[in-house]
């Protein structure tokens, strides 16, 4: 079954994000390579009706386009920003939607879109990747 597209551009990256506080991926969780950083305009719905762009740092494996966001600070973030104007939504669910282009979040941040403009503006993600860390340790024989 074909994944819904909700943005009109193309889709870019595979995305990642990353829910253990005590592993960073400076290496490539697929490839073994190092990560870079890289600043991303993230696209972020949080219920109820709160579509915020967030320009965040990221780790990101260019070979496996791979793009990695750190669930601890993108939440801190999020808390900072609605903790000021929107207390009531500080912990709500949200939703990773995608990425836009830098000049339009800059434009966006000068004159906020309409709700239904950003879907024109939204990149998708290629993909959305889980991840598991494998602690390591003693296992029986198999």
Same mark, same amino acid.
């Given at each position: 079954?074909?994944?819904?597209?909700?943005?009109?551009?193309?889709?870019?990256?595979?995305?990642?994000?990353?829910?253990?506080?005590?592993?960073?991926?400076?290496?490539?969780?697929?490839?073994?390579?190092?990560?870079?950083?890289?600043?991303?305009?993230?696209?972020?719905?949080?219920?109820?009706?709160?579509?915020?762009?967030?320009?965040?740092?990221?780790?990101?494996?260019?070979?496996?386009?791979?793009?990695?966001?750190?669930?601890?600070?993108?939440? #801190?973030?999020?808390?900072?920003?609605?903790?000021?104007?929107?207390? /009531? @939504? $500080?912990?709500?669910?949200?939703?990773?939607? *995608?990425?836009?282009?830098?000049?339009?979040?800059?434009?966006?941040?000068?004159?906020?879109?309409? #709700?239904?403009?950003?879907?024109?503006?939204?990149?998708?993600?290629? /993909? @959305? $990747?889980?991840?598991?860390?494998?602690?390591? *340790?003693?296992?029986?024989?198999?």
């Amino acid at each position: 079954m074909k994944k819904k597209q909700y943005g009109k551009l193309p889709p870019r990256y595979r995305f990642v994000l990353n829910p253990y506080e005590d592993v960073r991926f400076s290496s490539c969780p697929n490839c073994n390579r190092k990560t870079r950083l890289r600043k991303v305009p993230l696209l972020i719905h949080v219920d109820p009706m709160n579509p915020v762009a967030l320009n965040k740092s990221c780790r990101y494996c260019p070979d496996c386009d791979l793009l990695i966001v750190h669930q601890d600070e993108l939440e #801190a973030q999020l808390a900072a920003l609605f903790s000021t104007h929107k207390p /009531e @939504v $500080v912990g709500n669910d949200y939703l990773v939607i *995608g990425t836009l282009d830098r000049a339009d979040w800059q434009r966006g941040r000068k004159t906020p879109f309409a #709700a239904g403009k950003l879907l024109d503006i939204l990149h998708d993600f290629k /993909e @959305v $990747v889980k991840i598991e860390v494998d602690r390591g *340790g003693w296992r029986p024989n198999e």
